[in-house]
C-alpha cells in the first residue's frame, strides 16, 4: 500500500511562487505515476500535472512544472505566477503502471490528505 503525504502549501500572494513536495513510501515509487490535482471549493477535483513513473512523459497546465526524484520517492510540482483562482487543496495521487487517463482522478487509488494553497493579497 503506498502512503503519500504533501507539503509545502500556504498562504501566498498574487504573481508569487510555490513548490509543493509529495514523499511516497509503501511500494516500488518508480512503477507509480504520479499527479497533482486541485480542488477549490464547489468545484470537482481537477489535474494540475502529471508524470510517468521513469518521469519522460508529463502532462501540466499552464505555469504548473511537476518533477520527480525516484531515488528520493518524492514528486514536486511548481507553480508560478499564482492567481487567486489557484487557490484550493492540492492533493497528491499514486497510480501503478499505467499513463492512459492521467488526468481522471477516479483512476488513482491512492491519495495524500492534501495541502491548503491559498493565494491572496
Known amino acids: 500500500q503506498v502512503q503519500l503525504v504533501e507539503s509545502g502549501g500556504g498562504l501566498v500572494q498574487p504573481g508569487g511562487s510555490l513548490r509543493l513536495s509529495c514523499a511516497a513510501s509503501?511500494?516500488?515509487?518508480?512503477?507509480?505515476?504520479m499527479a497533482w490535482f486541485r480542488q477549490a471549493p464547489g468545484k470537482e477535483r481537477e489535474a494540475v500535472a502529471a508524470i510517468s513513473g521513469d518521469g519522460e512523459t508529463t502532462f501540466q497546465k499552464y505555469h504548473f512544472t511537476i518533477s520527480r526524484d525516484n531515488a528520493k520517492n518524492t514528486v514536486y510540482v511548481r507553480i508560478d505566477n499564482l492567481k487567486p483562482e489557484d487557490t484550493g487543496v492540492y492533493y497528491c495521487a499514486a497510480r501503478a503502471l499505467q499513463w492512459s487517463g492521467y488526468s481522471d482522478w477516479r483512476n488513482y487509488p491512492h491519495w495524500g490528505q492534501g495541502t491548503q494553497v491559498t493565494v491572496s493579497s
Open positions: 509503501g511500494g516500488a515509487f518508480s512503477d507509480y505515476t
